[in-house]
């Protein structure tokens, strides 16, 4: 049987990987947990997300599914922020007599709440289509995430990392979080670049430890099951209540859609889309930095990185007008969110100087209005300025933002390592 589950926490706590790490060691008592349990991460520009618009699934071989209905259900009940006006869990259940009958329709409803907004309507259409016992609370919307987490548990294609996420013990929770900062840098100097996003050296900011008052202590995010495991046994930190690991499309880049025209680009979705860049990149009040990208047909949209993007800002401010780039990102308010973007041709830029004496090799000086140049050195003259093409200070190739302002979807530079063009790993 697979259980998805959607949307128990809040702001103020609670975190359904949580909930998945208890039921994946409660549960065994009506049968054994198969493989890992999976996190998907869904479209990242929901707006009713809680923090990274996360849902789990779990696949349980049992002989008492009925059991392991009612056990879920009473742990949803228990552990979810039924209070919060924002939480609307979802659960829904996926027999193993209903996988082959269901698998298709479930994985296309996993890859359409990746890239699309979804209706609850459309979830509650297609659990009553397959037959598959479902409970909603509250407006039910978990049940989006719930249903598309089954989906992906039933699709084993897609690509695939994971993360070693460790819970805090309950009374610690909304504390601040004791980790040895020391031994979370060691442990991305010993495990990357087959982990990734643990530490932010450029910013010098830990990005695997949490600041929300939930129960995750930290999370270790890598290419397998096995690194991510061996990347915390140094780690030195508070009482760890629990960990799991899970399976996710976290840095895949699952959610973007590649599209050959700008005209395709819309609100709420996200994309990777190629283009010139049309004027010169400006920042404003707050630190972003925006330009407009345009493709032959005429058709522009805003690009934007936003301030706490941080020094990728300065690499995106070296763009220049004609330069042909693609671009990755999520849209809202038609402007795109940079996730990372990768010049495919720099335009060439030169700049009028003075002639270069042929003699002393020395920048020549005016000779005054209308009289062209002379050398100061041996008064060689010559009649017009030259134009030189200037160092763009930025090469073709794949540019990232910098660990901490990564989204949970989008796919590091260090794993496009076998790519055929110059890449920039930001770490
Ligand atoms: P956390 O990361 O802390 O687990 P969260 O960011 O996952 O929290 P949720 O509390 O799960 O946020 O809220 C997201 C809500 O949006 C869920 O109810 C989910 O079903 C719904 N949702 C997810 N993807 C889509 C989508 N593509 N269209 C419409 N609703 C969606």
Known sequence: MIIGIDDTDSREGMCTTYLGAILIEELTV?????????????NPTIPYKTRGNAA?????????????????????ESLAEMQSEKTNPGVVFVH?????????????????????????????NLISKLGLIAKGYKKERGLIGA???????????????????????????????VVDENSIYKSDLDFYPDTWDTVDWENYVIVCVPKSPDPVLYGIRGKDDHTVKSATEDIKSETVERSAVYKTNQGTD??????????????????????TVKNHPYTIEGGHTIFTLGDNSGNTIDCAAYEPTKNFRYLVRKLKTGDNITVYGSVKNQTLNIEKFKINRLVPIYETRNPTCPICNKRMKSAGKNQGFK?????????????????????TGLYEVPP????HLAKPLVRFMSSNYNIFPSR
């Open 375 to 395: 050398c100061r050195k041996c008064k060689t003259k010559a009649g017009s300025s030259v134009l030189v093409e200037i160092d763009r200070e930025i090469e």
């Open 96 to 124: 193993d007599r209903e996988y082959n009958k269901s698998k298709s329709a479930l994985k296309d409803f996993f890859y359409d709440t990746v890239h699309n907004v979804m209706a609850i309507e459309n979830a509650k």
């Open 404 to 407: 901490s302002a990564r989204r």
């Open 30 to 42: 009506y049968g054994s947990i198969r493989g890992y349990p999976i996190l998907v991460r869904l």
């Open 254 to 275: 699952m959610h973007l859609i590649n599209v050959s025209s700008i005209k395709e680009v819309t609100d709420m979705q996200s994309y990777i889309v190629q283009g």
């Open 56 to 76: 789990i699934a779990i696949q349980i071989d049992t002989k008492y599914p009925d059991k392991v209905i009612e056990y879920v259900i009473s742990k949803i």
């Open 147 to 177: 249903l598309a987490a089954t989906g992906a548990m039933l699709d084993s294609e897609w690509d695939s990392t994971y993360e070693y996420l460790t819970y805090r013990k309950k009374e610690k929770w909304g504390l601040s979080r």
